[in-house]
Nanobody
């Protein structure tokens, strides 16, 4: 059974920081690309950051310079360090594991991030 469990969300003032974690189980974590998406109320889900199995990273323009995605294959965990948070970062953040070769795609339940102005 595949599980992706996010944690680390919460309420933070503008300018603050949070670190999200996503612990994976039931998959060969190291071969999966890992992504963080977010969905704000009334908006479509959007990709925030991604990291390949080899460690290459990619960011949405809104996240560049403020967010850092990383992974620890020994712990089957992916992280999203978010600094200088803005009210527009308020959203539910979702962890996503993708193994394109086998068309495998898994999602976590999400964690709420709220940034107060």
């Amino acid at each position: 059974q595949v599980q992706l469990v996010e944690s680390g969300g919460g309420l933070v003032p503008a300018g603050g920081s949070l670190r999200l974690s996503c612990a994976a189980s039931g998959i060969s974590f190291s071969i999966y690309a890992m992504r963080w998406h977010r969905q704000a109320p009334g908006k479509q889900r959007e990709l925030v950051a991604a990291i390949t199995s080899g460690g290459s990273t990619n960011y949405a323009d809104s996240a560049k310079g403020r967010f850092t995605i990383s992974r620890d294959n020994a712990k089957n965990t992916v992280y999203l360090q978010m600094n200088n948070l803005k009210p527009e970062d308020t959203a539910v953040y979702y962890c996503n594991a993708v193994w394109a070769f086998a068309s495998r795609n898994y999602w976590g339940q999400g964690t709420q991030v709220t940034v107060s102005s």
